[in-house]
Protein backbone atom coordinates (compact mmCIF):
# COMPACT_ATOMS: atom_id res chain seq x y z
CA UNK A 1 0.00 0.00 0.00
CA UNK A 2 1.64 3.44 -1.27
CA UNK A 3 0.41 7.30 -1.27
CA UNK A 4 2.28 9.62 -2.99
CA UNK A 5 1.73 13.27 -2.20
CA UNK A 6 2.39 16.33 -4.72
CA UNK A 7 2.59 19.91 -3.66
CA UNK A 8 0.79 22.08 -6.71
CA UNK A 9 1.77 26.15 -5.92
CA UNK A 10 -1.53 28.34 -5.98
CA UNK A 11 -1.83 32.02 -5.02
CA UNK A 12 1.30 33.54 -3.69
CA UNK A 13 2.84 30.93 -1.47
CA UNK A 14 0.51 28.04 -0.73
CA UNK A 15 0.66 24.32 -1.26
CA UNK A 16 -2.61 22.31 -2.24
CA UNK A 17 -1.34 18.58 -2.18
CA UNK A 18 -2.27 16.22 -4.53
CA UNK A 19 -2.48 12.73 -2.76
CA UNK A 20 -2.62 9.68 -5.04
CA UNK A 21 -3.69 6.08 -3.46
CA UNK A 22 -1.34 3.93 -5.64
CA UNK A 23 -2.85 0.70 -5.58
CA UNK A 24 -6.55 1.86 -6.65
CA UNK A 25 -5.62 5.26 -8.39
CA UNK A 26 -8.07 7.27 -6.18
CA UNK A 27 -6.72 10.50 -5.60
CA UNK A 28 -7.24 13.39 -2.99
CA UNK A 29 -6.96 17.21 -3.19
CA UNK A 30 -5.83 19.03 0.48
CA UNK A 31 -7.14 22.74 0.43
CA UNK A 32 -7.99 23.80 -2.90
CA UNK A 33 -8.00 27.52 -2.47
CA UNK A 34 -7.50 28.49 -5.83
CA UNK A 35 -9.59 26.36 -8.86
CA UNK A 36 -7.88 26.80 -11.99
CA UNK A 37 -4.32 25.97 -11.87
CA UNK A 38 -5.64 22.82 -9.44
CA UNK A 39 -8.19 21.99 -11.92
CA UNK A 40 -5.48 21.74 -14.82
CA UNK A 41 -3.11 19.89 -12.53
CA UNK A 42 -5.54 17.17 -11.65
CA UNK A 43 -6.45 16.71 -15.52
CA UNK A 44 -2.98 16.75 -16.64
CA UNK A 45 -2.85 13.62 -14.20
CA UNK A 46 -6.02 11.88 -15.59
CA UNK A 47 -8.82 14.04 -14.71
CA UNK A 48 -9.76 11.68 -11.76
CA UNK A 49 -10.61 13.41 -8.21
CA UNK A 50 -12.17 11.38 -5.81
CA UNK A 51 -12.29 13.76 -2.08
CA UNK A 52 -11.46 17.48 -1.32
CA UNK A 53 -9.90 16.97 2.48
CA UNK A 54 -9.79 20.73 3.95
CA UNK A 55 -8.11 21.41 7.50
CA UNK A 56 -9.33 24.55 8.22
CA UNK A 57 -11.52 27.41 6.91
CA UNK A 58 -9.08 30.25 5.66
CA UNK A 59 -9.82 31.28 2.65
CA UNK A 60 -6.35 30.73 1.59
CA UNK A 61 -7.43 27.15 2.13
CA UNK A 62 -10.53 26.67 0.71
CA UNK A 63 -11.77 29.25 -1.24
CA UNK A 64 -11.17 26.92 -4.83
CA UNK A 65 -13.62 24.30 -3.04
CA UNK A 66 -16.82 24.39 -4.57
CA UNK A 67 -15.42 25.12 -8.24
CA UNK A 68 -13.62 22.14 -7.61
CA UNK A 69 -15.70 20.05 -6.61
CA UNK A 70 -18.71 20.73 -8.73
CA UNK A 71 -15.63 20.15 -12.08
CA UNK A 72 -14.83 16.85 -10.41
CA UNK A 73 -18.04 15.54 -8.76
CA UNK A 74 -15.65 14.70 -5.58
CA UNK A 75 -17.06 14.58 -1.30
CA UNK A 76 -15.58 17.06 0.87
CA UNK A 77 -14.69 16.11 3.77
CA UNK A 78 -13.57 18.37 6.90
CA UNK A 79 -13.81 19.00 10.64
CA UNK A 80 -17.54 18.61 11.74
CA UNK A 81 -16.94 21.17 14.98
CA UNK A 82 -16.37 23.52 12.34
CA UNK A 83 -18.40 23.11 9.43
CA UNK A 84 -20.56 26.44 9.96
CA UNK A 85 -17.36 28.02 8.83
CA UNK A 86 -16.12 25.78 5.73
CA UNK A 87 -17.62 24.49 2.68
CA UNK A 88 -20.66 22.12 2.60
CA UNK A 89 -19.28 19.07 3.97
CA UNK A 90 -20.11 15.65 2.49
CA UNK A 91 -18.23 14.02 5.49
CA UNK A 92 -17.80 15.62 8.83
CA UNK A 93 -15.31 14.27 10.69
CA UNK A 94 -13.71 14.63 14.72
CA UNK A 95 -10.94 13.76 16.40
CA UNK A 96 -9.76 10.15 15.93
CA UNK A 97 -12.18 9.41 12.77
CA UNK A 98 -11.20 8.02 9.65
CA UNK A 99 -11.56 8.82 5.73
CA UNK A 100 -10.87 6.44 3.46
CA UNK A 101 -8.69 7.17 0.36
CA UNK A 102 -8.69 4.01 -2.38
CA UNK A 103 -7.13 1.68 -0.15
CA UNK A 104 -5.83 4.31 2.13
CA UNK A 105 -7.19 5.42 5.30
CA UNK A 106 -6.51 8.74 6.44
CA UNK A 107 -6.51 9.48 10.42
CA UNK A 108 -7.99 13.16 11.62
CA UNK A 109 -6.11 14.68 14.28
CA UNK A 110 -7.21 18.08 15.82
CA UNK A 111 -4.89 20.78 15.61
CA UNK A 112 -6.69 23.90 17.75
CA UNK A 113 -4.25 27.12 17.57
CA UNK A 114 -3.78 28.40 14.00
CA UNK A 115 -7.67 28.22 14.29
CA UNK A 116 -10.29 26.38 16.76
CA UNK A 117 -11.06 24.06 14.51
CA UNK A 118 -8.09 23.40 12.80
CA UNK A 119 -7.32 19.50 12.10
CA UNK A 120 -4.91 17.57 9.86
CA UNK A 121 -4.59 14.17 7.89
CA UNK A 122 -2.28 11.46 9.13
CA UNK A 123 -2.07 8.83 6.48
CA UNK A 124 -0.09 5.74 7.79
CA UNK A 125 -0.09 4.35 4.58
CA UNK A 126 2.31 7.56 3.18
CA UNK A 127 3.15 8.08 5.50
CA UNK A 128 2.52 11.47 5.17
CA UNK A 129 0.23 14.23 7.77
CA UNK A 130 -1.45 17.53 6.12
CA UNK A 131 -1.24 19.84 8.32
CA UNK A 132 -2.19 23.13 6.95
CA UNK A 133 -0.90 26.25 8.89
CA UNK A 134 -0.43 24.00 12.17
CA UNK A 135 3.11 22.62 11.44
CA UNK A 136 5.52 24.25 8.48
CA UNK A 137 9.18 23.74 7.96
CA UNK A 138 11.20 25.15 10.35
CA UNK A 139 7.82 27.22 11.92
CA UNK A 140 4.55 26.93 12.86
CA UNK A 141 1.29 28.60 12.52
CA UNK A 142 0.17 32.04 14.19
CA UNK A 143 -2.25 31.94 16.73
CA UNK A 144 -5.02 33.92 15.25
CA UNK A 145 -7.92 31.76 17.13
CA UNK A 146 -6.11 29.77 19.99
CA UNK A 147 -3.53 29.95 23.02
CA UNK A 148 0.43 28.69 23.05
CA UNK A 149 -1.10 26.18 25.01
CA UNK A 150 -3.21 24.89 22.23
CA UNK A 151 -0.83 25.04 19.33
CA UNK A 152 1.75 22.86 22.14
CA UNK A 153 -0.22 20.41 22.44
CA UNK A 154 -1.17 20.33 18.58
CA UNK A 155 2.78 20.19 17.67
CA UNK A 156 3.36 17.27 20.55
CA UNK A 157 0.63 15.41 18.59
CA UNK A 158 2.24 15.99 15.21
CA UNK A 159 5.58 15.39 16.84
CA UNK A 160 4.77 11.85 18.47
CA UNK A 161 4.21 10.73 14.65
CA UNK A 162 6.77 8.22 12.93
CA UNK A 163 10.25 10.53 12.26
CA UNK A 164 9.89 9.24 8.10
CA UNK A 165 6.51 10.70 7.76
CA UNK A 166 5.99 13.26 5.39
CA UNK A 167 4.78 16.96 6.69
CA UNK A 168 2.76 18.04 3.89
CA UNK A 169 2.46 22.02 5.07
CA UNK A 170 -0.11 24.53 3.18
CA UNK A 171 3.30 27.42 2.50
CA UNK A 172 6.39 27.69 1.63
CA UNK A 173 7.79 29.68 4.33
CA UNK A 174 10.99 27.38 4.97
CA UNK A 175 13.74 30.38 4.27
CA UNK A 176 11.43 32.84 6.33
CA UNK A 177 10.88 30.94 9.03
CA UNK A 178 15.14 29.87 8.86
CA UNK A 179 16.13 33.06 9.33
CA UNK A 180 13.93 33.32 12.92
CA UNK A 181 15.34 29.84 13.56
CA UNK A 182 19.05 30.35 13.43
CA UNK A 183 18.51 33.36 15.48
CA UNK A 184 17.44 31.49 18.13
CA UNK A 185 19.17 27.88 18.15
CA UNK A 186 22.69 29.33 16.51
CA UNK A 187 24.33 26.42 17.32
CA UNK A 188 22.33 23.62 15.84
CA UNK A 189 24.21 22.10 12.62
CA UNK A 190 21.59 20.47 11.78
CA UNK A 191 19.36 23.22 11.12
CA UNK A 192 22.08 25.04 9.30
CA UNK A 193 22.47 21.95 6.95
CA UNK A 194 18.54 22.16 6.19
CA UNK A 195 19.08 25.55 5.74
CA UNK A 196 21.68 25.53 3.04
CA UNK A 197 19.65 22.47 1.47
CA UNK A 198 16.19 25.05 0.89
CA UNK A 199 18.44 27.54 -0.33
CA UNK A 200 19.37 24.85 -3.14
CA UNK A 201 16.32 24.08 -3.78
CA UNK A 202 14.60 27.47 -4.07
CA UNK A 203 17.66 28.37 -6.56
CA UNK A 204 16.56 25.35 -8.17
CA UNK A 205 12.48 26.99 -8.62
CA UNK A 206 11.72 23.24 -6.45
CA UNK A 207 9.56 23.59 -3.15
CA UNK A 208 11.01 22.77 0.18
CA UNK A 209 8.32 20.56 1.33
CA UNK A 210 7.37 17.97 1.98
CA UNK A 211 10.05 17.46 5.00
CA UNK A 212 10.00 14.60 7.71
CA UNK A 213 8.83 15.01 11.41
CA UNK A 214 12.32 13.66 12.12
CA UNK A 215 13.83 16.49 10.33
CA UNK A 216 11.61 19.28 11.96
CA UNK A 217 12.60 17.54 15.65
CA UNK A 218 15.79 18.25 15.14
CA UNK A 219 15.89 21.42 13.77
CA UNK A 220 12.05 23.43 13.97
CA UNK A 221 12.33 25.78 17.31
CA UNK A 222 8.64 25.09 17.67
CA UNK A 223 9.14 21.66 18.66
CA UNK A 224 12.16 21.61 20.30
CA UNK A 225 10.21 23.98 22.83
CA UNK A 226 10.24 22.62 26.27
CA UNK A 227 7.16 23.99 27.03
CA UNK A 228 3.62 26.07 26.03
CA UNK A 229 4.96 28.98 27.80
CA UNK A 230 8.68 28.98 25.70
CA UNK A 231 6.80 28.30 22.94
CA UNK A 232 4.28 31.12 23.36
CA UNK A 233 7.57 32.90 23.45
CA UNK A 234 8.91 32.35 20.40
CA UNK A 235 5.69 32.66 18.93
CA UNK A 236 5.71 36.15 19.94
CA UNK A 237 9.09 36.79 19.11
CA UNK A 238 8.77 35.55 15.52
CA UNK A 239 5.22 37.62 15.27
CA UNK A 240 7.71 40.65 15.74
CA UNK A 241 10.79 39.26 14.03
Known amino acids: MTLHATPIPILKDNY ?5 DGDSGATALVDPAEAAPLIAAIAARGGRLDLILLT ?3 ADHVAGTEEVRARFGCAVAGARDDAD ?4 LDIALGEGEEVTLGTARGRVIATPGHTRGHIAWFFPAGPLVAC ?4 FSLGCGRLFEGKAEDMFASLAKLAALPGETL ?16 S ?14 AER ?7 TVPTTIALERATNPFLRAADAATLGMLRARKDNF
Open 16 to 20: AWLLQ
Open 132 to 135: GDTL
Open 184 to 197: VDPDNAALHARVAE
Open 85 to 88: RLPP
Open 167 to 182: VCCGHEYTLANARFAR
Open 201 to 207: QRAAGLP
Open 56 to 58: HHH
